[in-house]
């Protein structure tokens, strides 16, 4: 039995209005038209909803059961309507991303943003070793999620990470012999600020590896082929933070930053850096635990 829309909210309306009049107001109908209405739908329950004095007007038991699914199905159908709404935005978004911001929800993010606004063309940039300020300021992209050093101005601060040195548990490097480092490849702010941080402090190092990708580099970490830099809270199982006894400095902190180009807050780069914001304020600015491992152990060794 198929009950049309309008009937339920007809029904709806006089229950929450006490009466057909106020009712009719509501919906902008005649209080003819809304009687009708309501006839219609108990002719095709086929039991009363509404018992009818004149003085009063209440629904029956069968009409609260009614009232109830009814509200159900209108609830159902405006969820439905909202989700298949025709967006009024359009035009392309040309957008950048660390590889490593919110992890497996990026995904999950920018599907809902393509669902909600199928007239938007987005074009997604997602790397560990693009630097995303310079891209932005040479108008290859609308917006970015830049990784930089913590205090930088410009942008809305998204999220605030304290980087250390890493190795797997059984890293070590035989006395004399140079550091092996597993780095990302040019240009990337993690190497570039490993590369600094190392400068003066008379340690001897090589690259023991190169990834372009983050799953690369903490492979060849947790292989023992080198040690690097990488955010506290995303120390995976079998990896250590390395002590003093190898001499290495300590890192600043680094965060991560929506930034626009000049040219780049149209509505629907907005609708998207609005969805961004949020989800990072959903997750508390901690890096979300689907990215992360069972909790590592993060003690020092010399």
């Known amino acids: 039995m198929d009950f049309a829309p309008e009937l339920l909210r007809a029904l709806v309306a006089v229950e929450e209005a006490g009466g057909f009049t106020r009712a009719a107001e509501r919906l902008h109908l005649t209080q003819s038209a809304v009687s009708h209405q309501i006839r219609r739908l108990e002719e095709q329950v086929g039991r009363p909803l509404f018992t009818r004095t004149t003085r009063k007007l209440a629904l029956t038991e069968d009409g609260e059961d009614f009232l109830r699914h009814a509200r159900q199905i209108l609830q159902a159908h405006a969820a439905l309507a909202q989700r298949f709404r025709i967006s009024a935005l359009a035009g392309s978004i040309r ?17 809902r943003f393509a669902r909600a606004f199928p007239a938007v063309r987005l074009e997604a940039s997602v790397s560990v070793c693009q630097d995303f300020s310079a891209r932005i300021e040479n108008g290859e992209l609308d917006l970015a999620v830049a990784m930089r050093r913590a205090g930088e101005s410009g942008g809305t601060v998204l999220r605030r990470q304290r980087f250390v040195w890493a190795a797997s548990d059984d890293f070590a490097v035989p006395p004399g012999a140079s550091l092996p480092l597993a780095l990302s490849n040019p240009p990337c702010l993690c190497r570039t600020i490993a590369i600094e941080s190392l400068a003066d402090t008379g340690v001897e190092w090589h690259t023991g590896f190169t990834s372009a990708n983050l799953h690369g580099l903490r492979a060849a970490m947790l292989a023992g082929l080198g040690a690097s830099i990488i955010a506290h809270d995303e120390l995976e199982p079998g990896m250590r933070v390395l002590g003093p006894a190898y001499g290495l400095p300590p890192l600043p902190d680094l965060e991560f930053a929506l930034i626009w180009s000049p040219g780049g807050k149209t509505p629907c780069a907005r609708e998207l850096g609005r969805l961004i914001i949020e989800a990072t304020q959903g997750s508390g600015g901690a890096v979300p635990r689907r990215l992360r491992q069972p909790a590592a152990r993060v003690g020092t060794r010399d």
């Open 95 to 111: 957008f950048g991303v660390p590889e490593n911001f919110l992890g497996d929800e990026l995904p999950q993010l920018l599907c």
